[in-house]
């Protein structure tokens, strides 16, 4: 194992947590609100704090200090579902880790929380995710979601590909895809993977000459997309039709942007001081509402600041992005934290909450970089999974013992804090077997779950049964700027819903017909009139992907099944 590079990806996964835990504290409010939540107008370090879960009917809870937010959660959601060799289950990551995360996130915008709970439909896929809501619209999702969770891809980066990016690039459009379909959220993913993987590599930040090059291979990205089977069989052609405009020129219209940014950038950054940071990041629209959670520009930003103070502890910069108010300040705060934590040799001082699991995470993810045995984080077998249907069916009770649906066993830290409105919710913090502290929405009488709602958690390969491991080899929100990307109007939406009530009434389920397929023993007959009914349905293209899907999943677990007993 390389021990230089394996402490630079445990200091870069902990100054990620640290600048999330910090930044949150001043998330989206102004200085009566920072005293209001710490008793001072200026955060210097992480400290417990007073924080409303649910939104104005949730509940008041104390946060212990170095408590981070969504961010650093859909960070690790990522990592477990990184497998030995490296490659992403991006299936478990969006149909387990994706549709239970509502239940504990700590923040979370709009759009990924719109679109984890789409993914609990039965007939969406993570490459068939158009959701069009009055909450969100996928096509528009162009926020920092993706890119703030895409580092565990650059950590376990397989080494004999370190020439490569498009080695880890691919997982990173996938994951972010899965929530994020506007071409800020993609590209702002894809940057600060460039970014963070040269730091990596180099020992070094990135200068304004790499970022240059960076926003060039844009368009490589694209033909990636076309390439992948997933991606350019079902995910482009639904994504250009709902678009209304080829990916190439959507990307190119992006590049622009950026490369002008970078020069904005480049000109009012010029001194090492908190004040030229301010300008900067208000200069480029870090500061207005409609533009602050740009995946693009929160990159840009978060770079940015790392060059400036690469050579600084990393709580210097961190400080200086978690108390630029108004700014996305715990997401700048994660990103930048996780490259200057990459090329530093400085380990955080103050408190991180769920530190030794997050020391491990990423400690696991250097060993598989380097081809090394590790542990896998054993799902739940999605052929049998059931996604929740609301937040409160996650938390339950297996023999008096407390169960996250999906994830793990659990233990209560403290006492359940009541819900300020109407219903039987509770807020009670939980510690997974696996070290992970979760502030979960539950229900104050727990439903009972089975054994088999759960996974295993982490195992080594040694240990995993054999029919198990063929398994495994199965493979901002609110951002509103001009572009050629088309807005869905108010009558588009009113369209879409008279048509969902249209096909409840006329048509079956996908759940329905896919389980009427295999129940006949894949008649070919049966499918073919399935897959032709869709042509009448205004979504048909998205449905019939779903319905494909899910029939080739069961066929491949049936065939595989059938060669085992021979």
């Given amino acids: 194992m390389n021990k230089s590079r394996e402490f630079s990806i445990k200091n870069s996964a902990l100054w990620a947590a640290y600048g999330d835990a910090l930044g949150f504290i001043t998330e989206l409010v102004d200085e009566r609100g920072v005293f209001r939540r710490i008793n001072t107008n200026r955060v210097q370090k992480t400290v417990s704090w007073r924080y409303m879960a649910g939104g104005r009917f949730g509940a008041e809870v104390e946060l212990p200090a170095g408590c981070y937010s969504d961010d650093t959660q859909l960070r690790l959601a990522t990592s477990r579902a990184i497998k030995r060799d490296g490659t992403f289950d991006v299936e478990a990551f969006a149909k387990i880790e994706l ?7 700590l923040g979370g915008g709009r759009g990924t929380k719109q679109a984890a709970s789409n993914l609990s439909s039965q007939d969406v896929n993570w490459f068939t995710n158009f959701f069009n809501q009055r909450r969100g619209n996928y096509i528009k999702c162009g926020g920092n979601g993706g890119a703030m969770r895409i580092q565990p891809h650059i950590w376990a980066a397989q080494q004999k590909d370190k020439s490569k990016w498009d080695s880890f690039l691919l997982d990173v459009v996938k994951n972010t895809i899965c929530t994020h379909g506007h071409p800020r959220g993609i590209l702002g993913a894809v940057f600060h993977a460039l970014s963070l993987y040269s730091a990596l590599k180099n020992g070094s930040v990135p200068s304004p000459d790499l970022w240059f090059e960076f926003v060039h291979f844009f368009s490589e990205i694209a033909v990636l997309i076309k390439n992948d089977k997933d991606m350019g069989t079902f995910w482009l052609p639904t994504w250009e039709n709902r678009a209304g405009i080829k990916l190439e020129a959507a990307f190119e219209e992006v590049k622009q942007e950026c490369l002008n940014d970078i020069s904005i950038i480049v000109e009012n950054f010029k001194s090492k001081s908190e004040r030229s940071y301010q300008n900067c990041v208000k200069q480029i629209g870090g500061i207005n509402s409609s533009t602050r959670g740009s995946g693009t520009k929160t990159a840009l930003i978060a770079t940015a600041l790392s060059w400036m103070y690469g050579d600084e502890r990393p709580d210097i910069p961190l400080t200086i992005a978690a108390n630029c108010l108004q700014s996305d300040t715990d997401t700048i ?4 934290g996780a490259i200057l934590g990459a090329v ?15 020391e491990r995470e990423a400690i696991r993810l250097a060993q598989i970089g380097e081809g090394k045995i590790a542990e896998v984080f054993n799902y739940p077998d999605l052929m ?10 996650v938390v339950g009770v297996n023999q008096d013992h407390f169960l996250i649906k999906g994830l793990s066993y659990a233990h209560k830290v403290g006492n359940e804090v009541e819900s300020q409105g109407k219903g039987d919710a509770v807020w009670q913090w939980l510690k997974v077997a696996f070290g992970q502290s979760l502030l979960c929405k539950r229900r104050s009488t727990l439903p009972q779950f089975s054994k088999s709602e759960i996974s295993h958690g982490f195992i080594f390969p040694k240990n995993i049964p054999e029919k198990k491991a063929q398994t495994e080899k199965r493979n901002g929100e609110g951002y509103k700027q001009q572009s050629l990307l088309p807005d869905i109007s108010a009558t588009d939406r009113k369209s879409e819903r008279v048509n969902d009530v249209d096909r409840s009434k006329n048509n079956k389920t ?12 894949f008649d070919s ?3 073919g009139n399935h897959l032709k009914s869709f042509a009448k349905d205004a979504d048909g293209i998205e449905r019939s992907i779903a319905y494909s899907s899910i029939i080739v999943k069961a066929l491949m677990a049936r065939l595989r099944k059938e060669r085992e007993q021979r």
């Fill in 344 to 358: 530093n040799p400085e380990m955080p001082s103050e408190k991180i909450m769920d530190r030794e699991y997050i």
């Fill in 510 to 521: 996908i759940d329905e017909m896919t389980n009427l397929a295999i129940n006949s023993n």
């Fill in 525 to 527: 007959a049966l499918i």
């Fill in 99 to 105: 549709t239970i995360w509502p239940t504990y996130s």
């Fill in 333 to 336: 705060a994660t990103m930048s």
């Fill in 384 to 393: 049998l999974w059931q996604p929740p249907k609301t937040q409160l069916d």
